[in-house]
């Protein structure tokens, strides 16, 4: 995919930051001009990782999640929630609906779930003690104004 516009975003894995997240995606995504439910769906998918990175990745300490986001001209919008914790050991594994590490918290196990749901694609790479990067892609058809054009 050739970004026509891109960003990157750190903050700390703290609880607070996922509605940060969800909302500067949000942002970056207005000059696709999309429709409130695509506008929800990426919403919806972008707080599922993050929220996994925040209770997941780092467990007892904290630690960053990088939030990288472009599109291409022709509205297709890949994003990446990526941390450096504990990874995930089986990731086919964590992707089965109900399925959680989370021990006395009450956690769904539908955050993979749901993310597949909202967007046309999620891929997951993970190595465990290094990290997990969860990519979200998802096309939006932008108007054929929407979409600034490069002189």
Do not use: W
């Amino acid at each position: 995919m050739e970004c026509i516009n891109e960003m990157r975003l750190d903050f700390r894995a703290l609880p607070e930051n996922e509605a940060f997240a969800r909302l500067a995606v949000s942002g970056f995504l207005l000059p696709l001009d999309p429709t409130m439910e695509a506008l929800a769906d990426v919403k919806t998918a972008v707080s599922e990782a993050v929220t996994n990175a925040i209770v997941h990745a780092y467990r007892e300490e904290t630690g960053l999640v990088r939030l990288r986001a472009g599109y291409s001209a022709e509205g297709v919008v890949q994003i990446d929630v990526i941390d450096h914790g504990c990874g995930i050991g089986d990731v086919q594994q964590a992707r089965q609906p109900f399925f959680t590490t989370s021990g006395g918290e009450e956690r769904s196990g539908m955050g993979f779930t749901v993310m597949e749901s909202f967007m046309d694609r999620v891929a997951v790479h993970s190595a465990l003690g290094h990290g997990t990067t969860v990519r979200l892609i998802k096309r939006i058809r932008p108007r054929d104004d929407a979409i600034p054009r490069r002189a």
